[in-house]
């Protein structure tokens, strides 16, 4: 394509069937529908950061991505920072261990956020404390996110204390496969996966 208004979100990892449609890509300028499994797109205007959205151009956010040229290279990752507003304990049909959905009001994070240094940076001679705010697009509206994992996680005590102390999070969650099969359970069903811990 070679362009800077038409691509796809998407490299190797295919978008989940339930999901497909669903996603949108908004930035000042404008906004565009991703279509099929490797979410085919054309923006009005260019733009250098596109936030990801759920469906529609005003939808929830689930993460932040840099323009690249023809491929964005999205891997179904959500990266948020925000606070925890409640927690729902429940049993579902044939889920042998109770589940956890934690509500999450939400900003994306900023695309070159990192919750540790990786191996990418192994020649740096200093490495930074992440910083809560630093990280995150506080231009964005904040939208309570669902995120789902067991019950029995170490995740579910961090949003405990989240949600009584008001520590803010940057969360870091996938969008689930079609295999798993959690989109016959929750509408939106996020993964939640790491998170970094800041003080109120």
């Given at each position: 394509?070679?362009?800077d208004l038409?691509?796809?979100?998407?490299?190797?990892?295919h978008?989940?069937?339930?999901?497909?449609?669903?996603?949108?890509?908004?930035?000042?300028?404008?906004?565009?529908?991703c279509?099929?499994?490797?979410?085919?797109?054309?923006l009005?205007?260019?733009?250098?950061t596109?936030?990801?959205?759920?469906?529609?151009?005003?939808?929830?956010?689930?993460?932040?991505l840099?323009?690249?040229?023809?491929?964005?290279?999205?891997?179904g990752?959500?990266?948020?920072?925000?606070?925890?507003?409640?927690?729902?304990l429940?049993?579902?049909?044939?889920?042998?261990?109770p589940?956890?959905?934690?509500?999450f009001?939400?900003?994306?994070?900023?695309p070159?956020t990192?919750?540790?240094?990786?191996?990418?940076?192994?020649?740096?001679?200093r490495?930074?404390?992440?910083d809560?705010?630093e990280g995150?697009?506080?231009?964005?509206?904040?939208m309570?996110?669902?995120l789902?994992?067991?019950?029995?996680?170490p995740?579910?005590?961090?949003a405990?204390?989240?949600?009584t102390q008001?520590?803010?999070?940057?969360?870091f969650?996938t969008?689930?496969?079609?295999?798993a099969?959690?989109?016959?359970?929750?509408?939106?069903?996020?993964v939640?996966?790491?998170?970094?811990?800041?003080?109120?």
């Amino acid at each position: 394509m070679n362009d800077d208004l038409a691509g796809q979100l998407t490299h190797q990892w295919h978008i989940p069937d339930y999901a497909q449609n669903r996603l949108w890509l908004d930035s000042d300028a404008s906004s565009a529908q991703c279509a099929g499994k490797h979410g085919l797109f054309q923006l009005q205007a260019p733009a250098q950061t596109l936030t990801l959205r759920w469906n529609s151009d005003d939808g929830l956010p689930l993460t932040q991505l840099n323009w690249q040229i023809d491929n964005l290279h999205w891997d179904g990752s959500v990266r948020l920072g925000g606070l925890v507003e409640a927690i729902h304990l429940t049993h579902l049909p044939d889920i042998e261990f109770p589940m956890a959905i934690v509500f999450f009001s939400g900003q994306p994070l900023r695309p070159n956020t990192t919750p540790y240094p990786d191996a990418k940076k192994r020649d740096t001679s200093r490495f930074a404390i992440p910083d809560y705010l630093e990280g995150v697009d506080d231009q964005q509206e904040p939208m309570t996110v669902p995120l789902i994992t067991f019950a029995d996680s170490p995740l579910v005590a961090i949003a405990q204390e989240s949600l009584t102390q008001k520590n803010p999070l940057h969360i870091f969650a996938t969008l689930a496969n079609n295999d798993a099969h959690w989109e016959d359970y929750f509408a939106l069903p996020i993964v939640w996966e790491s998170v970094s811990v800041f003080a109120p």
